[in-house]
């Protein structure tokens, strides 16, 4: 069975990684799997434990990284996130893709630990579009929606190792140019492999 592949996704806040992320699943539900991360802020209405996040306090997080259960964790905005390394493996194992939708800082992070890993960075069609969307959330303050906008360009700087940038304009040309991405890299083999598949050798 061959195994599958780690595609991490990230972008500016509010760029729309979580819907482009629901509206792939939902749409090819077997093309790849999400895990749930961990984090340490408070649930935003609607949200439930274990179907957004696993919510638990900074005590809490900081026994799970002193166990060494993360594959990857990042700080941002005075909360903590991590992705846990027995939910990503559990799905590998299944020879499934795994979608991991967080940080650049995270996505680097992976990529030192898997190399093989896909980089998707999600941009929006301009800096002011992006604010409206995150206006219209309405969870963030106005203070922090200025630090939000202060960090976009910092983040960009960070996605120097990001393979493919795809801009979410329209939702579903986003959702299709991902999900392009994904299958295009499932075609990818190696010679070895191949030969030995083909040949009964290497």
């Known amino acids: 069975m061959k195994k599958g592949k780690v595609f991490v996704i990230s972008g500016p806040s509010g760029v729309g990684k979580g819907t482009i992320c629901a509206e792939l699943m939902k749409k090819y539900p077997d093309l790849a799997a999400t895990t749930v991360s961990v984090t340490t802020r408070a649930p ?3 949200e439930q434990e274990g179907v957004q996040y696993y919510y638990r306090s900074d005590e809490q997080f900081d026994k799970m990284l002193s166990d060494g259960l993360f594959l990857e964790t990042v700080d941002k905005f005075t909360h903590r996130y991590g992705t846990l390394q027995s939910e990503v493996e559990k799905v590998l194992s299944e020879g499934k893709n795994v979608i991991l939708e967080i940080e650049m800082i995270g996505g680097a992070n992976v990529k030192k630990r898997i ?5 998707i960075f ?5 800096l002011e579009a992006l604010t409206g969307r995150i206006k219209g959330r309405g969870s963030e303050t106005e203070e922090e929606i200025r630090i939000r906008q202060a960090q976009v360009e910092t983040e960009f700087d960070q ?9 979410n304009d329209d939702l579903f040309e986003a ?3 991902v999900k392009d991405i994904i299958v295009a890299e499932g075609l990818k083999d190696d010679y070895r492999s191949v030969k030995k598949n083909f040949f009964g050798r290497e």
């Open 44 to 46: 935003r209405p609607g």
């Open 122 to 126: 999600i941009l929006p069609p301009s």
């Open 115 to 119: 190399p093989e890993a896909v980089l």
């Open 175 to 177: 959702v299709e140019r």
């Open 159 to 167: 996605a120097e190792p990001y393979q493919y940038f795809v801009v």
